[in-house]
């Protein structure tokens, strides 16, 4: 077949159903996405717009915002928000922009006093937004000025399991029911008492979709990462997906005899029969990629920083009585992870050059392993058609696939999963 010229039609209207044809087909018939969704500028911005301005957007850890007087600062959607808590230890989030005349108030994640002032005439706010201090300005002769009403202006945040999410969309159900069933998934891990442990910030030279996508999918898992196909085989792996926006797999059992990489720290107290064996991989809707394990959780955050750049901010969290893990420990387990994500950054950097290379027109998908991107482009397409709404869960007839019940243990016995032989 022949390589499509440079096109001369128009860009399409991603913000109608038209544009996403090939995404809306079942997943037995369905497209890749185009290569634009990940290099296009145009894209970019609308997608800045329609999908991190109005979904709920993981902003961090909770534990980030322990020390008193710590402040977050976020982009949303090409907007700067700040997040904290007030005097009471209650979450507080903020447009980052001055009542008076707009400055930026606070340049980077820091710690402030009761105050957060602006550097430029020093009018300053306490930690629930109210303006507490406008220095000279009651004797410049101004009239009918109420500083109660030049407060920041809020924005939403919640806390859920233990991470933080911010949305500039007033109408956005609350994040348990953006998450749907997943909440009730994760329940036996407690996660809100989980602590992190270390962080590393990356930069990768991908678009955010890609890294998301590889990590939903484990139709890679032999060639990219062989040695962690010894630990956690393809066929122990299964969809994971109630209602709700994310995309899930699970692995039971979490490790074969070959490895030991992920058994050399201590499990959670008191998880079921199910939560001890597994591990759970969820891409959150839209920037999060969670690891779950029975004794430490990785959290990916995901910060779109241009079409083929990203910003990723691991975080490594453990159970609680875990503090004093001995550092060589937790090495084992985070070192292992450093080769496995080391492999994904070169190959969906990989993707990033072939998509920009021009010449790729939309490829199919793998009805048994790559289900869960279908699901997450069509979380896309909706919300760059303004449709929204929240996914339910996989079919029933797909069941088999992907366990049963509340934090299943994977079906057994279906074709291609036979029983363990004694
Ligand atoms: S712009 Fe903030 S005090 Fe003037
Ligand atoms: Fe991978």
Same mark, same amino acid.
Request: aromatic fraction near 12%; glycine fraction near 8%.
């Given at each position: 077949m022949p390589l499509p010229g440079p096109s001369i039609t128009p860009a399409p209207d991603w913000t109608s159903e038209d544009a996403w044809v090939g995404t809306r087909r079942p997943i037995l018939e369905a497209h890749a996405l185009p290569s634009e969704a990940y290099v296009d500028d145009a894209f970019f911005a609308l997608e800045q717009d329609r999908v991190f301005g109005t979904s709920w957007v993981c902003v961090g850890i909770a534990d980030e915002l322990d020390p008193v007087g710590q402040v977050l600062v976020r982009d949303l959607g090409g907007r700067s928000v700040l997040i904290t808590r007030n005097g009471n230890g209650e979450l507080r989030g903020f447009a980052?922009?001055?009542?008076?005349?707009?400055?930026?108030?606070?340049?980077?994640?820091?710690?402030?006093?009761?105050?957060?002032?602006? =550097?430029?005439?020093?009018?300053?706010?306490?930690?629930? +937004?109210?303006?507490? @201090?406008?220095?000279?300005? %009651? *004797?410049?002769?101004?009239?009918?000025?109420?500083?109660?009403?030049?407060?920041?202006?809020?924005?939403?945040?919640?806390?859920?399991?233990?991470?933080?999410?911010?949305?500039?969309?007033?109408?956005? =159900?609350?994040?348990?029911?953006?998450?749907?069933?997943? +909440?009730?998934?994760? @329940?036996?891990?407690?996660? %809100? *008492?989980?602590?992190?442990?270390?962080?590393?910030?990356?930069?990768?030279?991908?678009?955010?979709?890609?890294?998301?996508?590889?990590?939903?999918?484990?139709?890679?898992?032999?060639?990219?990462?062989?040695?962690?196909?010894k630990v956690s085989r393809v066929e122990d792996h299964y969809r994971y997906q109630g209602d709700g926006m994310y995309c899930g797999q699970t692995t039971t059992p979490i490790s074969s005899d070959e490895r030991g990489d992920w058994d050399a720290l201590r499990p959670a107290e008191g998880l079921d029969s199910s939560d001890i064996t597994s591990g759970r991989f969820i891409a959150l809707f839209p920037n999060v990629v969670l690891s779950v394990l029975p004794n430490h959780a990785v959290v990916m955050r995901l910060e779109p920083l241009a079409p083929g750049l990203t910003r990723e901010t691991c975080t490594w969290l453990l159970p609680p009585g875990s503090e004093d893990v001995p550092d060589e420990d937790f090495a084992v387990t985070r070192d292992f992870w450093l080769t496995i994500n080391g492999e994904d950054i070169d190959i969906v950097e990989r993707g990033q050059l072939g998509l920009q290379g021009g010449g790729y027109t939309p490829g199919r998908l793998s009805p048994r392993f790559e289900e869960p991107l279908h699901r997450f482009h069509n979380m896309l397409a909706d919300r760059m058609t303004g449709t929204h709404r929240i996914p339910a869960g996989d079919l029933a007839d797909d069941l088999p696939l992907h366990g049963t019940g509340v934090n299943p243990l994977p079906w057994r016995g279906a074709p291609g999963h036979p029983l363990p032989t004694p």
């Open positions: 980052n922009t001055c009542r008076h005349r707009g400055t930026q108030l606070v340049e980077a994640d820091c710690t402030l006093g009761r105050t957060i002032r602006c =550097p430029y005439h020093r009018w300053g706010y306490d930690r629930d +937004g109210v303006l507490v @201090a406008t220095p000279q300005f %009651a *004797d410049a002769g101004i009239d009918r000025f109420d500083p109660a009403d030049y407060g920041l202006h809020t924005v939403r945040v919640e806390q859920w399991g233990c991470l933080l999410f911010a949305t500039l969309d007033d109408s956005a =159900p609350s994040v348990p029911e953006w998450f749907g069933d997943l +909440g009730q998934r994760l @329940a036996g891990y407690r996660l %809100a *008492d989980w602590r992190s442990h270390q962080t590393q910030v990356l930069e990768i030279a991908a678009n955010w979709k890609l890294i998301s996508e590889n990590f939903q999918e484990y139709y890679h898992l032999r060639w990219v990462h062989p040695e962690l196909a």
